[in-house]
């Protein structure tokens, strides 16, 4: 829920469909590839979303319809040792290791979501407040969706210096739905800095952390690090790296993404 709520931050720099001098229709369309690496395996994700959107003054509507597809590849290990026939390890042969790996694929309609924001402008500094709504259209047998939904408000407050933006964002989450893994509401925080290294590249480092989303879970504190091209009014490429800090099987050990963004007018 941390990174869709920052669509309504992105949105602000789209192309409109249409516009008046109060208000204005866009849609955009981002494409991203994701690679995350386990400890036992690897995840190649690809996903295509509709991003369309409406503000008025300095009201901003907006939704988004991912379309996903994933691989998955898992493997575990075991020693085999050779036994006779009454189950008694012969010691003069050697013990194999032997690993077995697992690939599944999955691909279709994610988990849409829709949200509103307002926005403060004054001098050098933009604030926001936001509410947010993630449905349970996905299908979670598939990986696809979670079977629950969520209800998100949150802050966020930039702070810009020459080239410098200075964010910070904080939010509750609720969770309803069916809730099959009975995951808890959680608050949720996030800072970043972004550096205008030249006037179309854009460098990120963001922080975010949250707390416990189900019973015993990791920490969740997370760090990325960003590259942003907007190569014309139409495309922007990105590109950015991320870690967990807390070593655990369920967390991915690496993320990268690779994506275009696409505004659409």
Do not use: C
């Not at 694929?105 to 004054?122: C, H, P, R, W």
């Amino acid at each position: 829920m941390i990174k869709k709520i920052t669509l309504a931050i992105s949105i602000l720099s789209s192309s409109a469909l249409y516009a008046n001098e109060d208000s204005s229709f866009g849609m955009d369309m981002d494409g991203k590839y994701q690679r995350q690496d386990y400890a036992q395996g690897a995840s190649d994700n690809y996903r295509l979303a509709l991003q369309p959107w409406w503000s008025y003054g300095n009201w901003l509507a907006y939704g988004e319809l991912p379309f996903e597809a994933r691989e998955s590849t898992s493997s575990s290990s075991q020693t085999v040792y050779a036994r006779t026939s009454t189950g008694r390890i012969i010691r003069r042969i050697a013990p194999q290791t032997v690993t077995t790996s697992k690939t599944q694929q999955q691909e279709g309609i994610a988990d849409a979501s829709v949200g509103l924001s307002y926005g403060l402008f004054k001098e050098a500094w933009q604030h926001g407040v936001a509410l947010d709504y993630k449905f349970a259209n996905g299908d979670a047998a598939s990986g696809l969706g979670s079977d629950s939904t969520e209800t998100a408000l949150s802050w966020s407050s930039t702070y810009s210096w020459q080239q410098l933006k200075l964010n910070a964002q904080v939010g509750q989450v609720w969770v309803g739905g069916n809730n099959p893994y009975n995951n808890k509401d959680y608050v949720f925080v996030s800072s970043s800095a972004k550096w205008q290294l030249q006037p179309s590249i854009d460098a990120t480092l963001l922080y975010s952390t949250q707390s416990e989303p189900y019973t015993n879970a990791p920490a969740q504190d997370y760090v990325q690090g960003r590259l942003d091209w907007r190569t014309n009014q139409m495309f922007k490429v990105y590109l950015s790296y991320g870690k967990y800090l807390q070593n655990d099987a369920s967390l991915p050990e690496q993320e990268i993404n690779v994506g275009v963004k696409i505004f659409l007018n």
